[in-house]
């Protein structure tokens, strides 16, 4: 613990003590998660359902929009599983902070000798682990239902790496919404409504072109459509890229650009909130 050396070795770095104290906070986290398996196992059963009802429900006839780009349903889909099951995991970093400032235990933490920003730090580090894992299970499940690898192995997990960033930097958007809510319920309640339509009015589920055309320009240009069409085009090759009308060069740093710089403005705004409310 974190504590427990600070009474033994009281010289180190304030940046050694941000890590070992974040890394605290982020083991405490994911043991919660190890306790209480069920929040993971139907947080991933939800994919799993959307997975199977776009497939073998919606996949016949949306199928025939994404064969004029050149791609299988199965292959336009599973990138924007990917992407939209992380965006739905990470209003958990949102609910958890509302949850843990409701019943005290950040003042509790406050209290303590250690830095401030591993509260926010701890939170959103598991809760990227846990996208992680969940994001496995996803790639298991894809696989079975008949997805398949595009490009090659390394552009595959580039393509998980945009996703894995992408989550990051929404986690941090969720913090924001979870510090400004009175409790967890609340939490959840502001995170889908800004949610949903990030999540399909986008590129995750079907082409772009098949939308009204008053909504492509924010269907197109959107976070989370920026973020599927990097994933997707690393996964499935240039005709992917293709379909977005770009490259996987640009649609990859135009995903970098979009993760970095909600970083930028949400790490700063939380931070603040963080200290407002403790």
Known sequence: MALAELTTSPHRSRLYWMVADALTIT??????YVRIPQSLVFSTIQPVMFVLLFRYVFGGAIGSETSKLGLSYVNYLMPGIFIQTIAFGSVQTGVGLAEDLQKGLIERFHALPMTRS???AGRTIADLIRNLVVIVIMV???????????TNVGEFFAGIGIALLFAYALSWFFA???????????????AFPLLFPLTFASSAFVPVESMPSWLRGFANHQPLSVAVNAARSLMDGPVAARAAQSTTGDLTITAIIWCIGLLIIMIPLSVNIYRKRV
């Open 27 to 32: 083991k405490r986290n994911l043991l919660n």
């Open 118 to 120: 591993a509260v926010l």
């Open 176 to 190: 924001l919404i979870g510090l400004a809510a009175p409790n967890s319920e609340t939490a959840q309640v502001m």
């Open 140 to 150: 298991i499940v894809g696989f079975l239902v008949g997805f398949r690898i595009g």
